[in-house]
């Protein structure tokens, strides 16, 4: 009878044990990925803004050598990540190839121009800024005329802005109840065995000695839970880079070791707070109100 009642003690303990590091891990995993979410969120927004293009026209006239100091002139800006020299003649190719048919053979001659394909920086993509080099542009006589998507600009540059914002509120709403539910399966295991802390008490032991093994107990139960976490963070990292490698999502190796550091940190603080508290409520229960 003892055997049997021992083996059902320890499946009970066992399945306690397994639900907090479930629940750990899922937790841990979850913060896990909104901690890289709102690490690359600039970088995502900052790759859309990128991918605007301002087009600049030259006049017929312009020559070679205007073209090549042109682009020696955006090389050395600081505002610009990346430029093309297009000429009429490849611009006339990649409209027949829109449109399936070549229209210079009923137009007789190219009235297409040469030009420069550029890609602002981020920090560059806002109405004032691209106003200022818009108008630096503009200075020199041999360019036509400057074209890119102005409402484009203003719509990026005022939904990011919002979209920050409730990234943030979310963010902060998640890592509560996250912390939260930690909190919530420590206090669970604790209460199983709060018999065993009244008893303890009881035949004189100390508050700190009873304590102890229970939060090096919960600790190892977190270690173990973010390890996982982190384990499964780094397969969901590699499976994204992968994936789509234009995001260069672990590039920033720094940021990456950061974030799973900080999911190892997070489970052994909850854990060791959780069940610092919850052993401390039991300790301080009269024997009559643990029923």
């Known amino acids: 009878m003892s055997s049997s009642f021992e083996k059902f003690q320890k499946r009970r303990l066992i399945s306690s044990y397994f639900s907090v590091v479930l629940s750990m891990f899922l937790v841990l995993f979850l913060l896990g990925i909104l901690g890289f979410f709102v690490i690359n969120s600039k970088k995502l927004s900052d790759d859309f803004k990128e991918e605007i293009v301002m087009t600049v026209f030259f006049k017929n006239e312009a020559t070679d050598s205007t073209m090549v100091a042109f682009g020696q002139e955006l090389k050395a800006a600081t505002f610009v990540k990346s430029s093309d020299y297009v000429t009429k003649e490849q611009a006339a190719k990649m409209h027949t190839d829109i449109i399936g048919e070549d229209f210079m053979t009923f137009l007789g001659a190219n009235p297409l121009q040469n030009s420069y394909d550029i890609h602002l920086k981020a920090d560059y993509i806002d109405t004032e800024n691209i106003r200022k080099i818009e108008s630096r542009f503009l200075a020199n006589d041999m360019i036509a005329d400057i074209v890119y998507d102005k409402q484009l600009v203003s719509l990026v540059n005022d939904n990011i802005k919002k979209v920050s914002m409730w990234i943030l509120i979310i963010s902060g709403i998640l890592a509560l109840i996250a912390v939260l539910l930690i909190n919530s399966s420590m206090r669970l295991s604790i209460y199983s065995n709060r018999f065993i802390i009244k008893t303890m ?20 139960l977190g270690v173990i839970g973010a390890v996982l976490a982190i384990i ?18 672990l590039e920033d190796q720094l940021m990456v070791a950061l974030v799973l550091l900080g999911v190892l940190a997070v489970g052994i603080l909850i854990t060791w707070v959780s069940t610092f508290f919850a052993t401390q409520k039991y300790l301080n229960l009269r024997t009559d109100d643990l029923y």
């Open 232 to 249: 499964a963070l780094i397969g969901t990292l590699i499976y994204i880079d992968n994936s789509w490698p234009s995001l260069n999502i």
């Open 201 to 220: 008490q009881m035949v004189g032991a100390t508050k700190s000695f009873i304590r102890k093994p229970f939060i090096w107990r919960s600790i190892r």
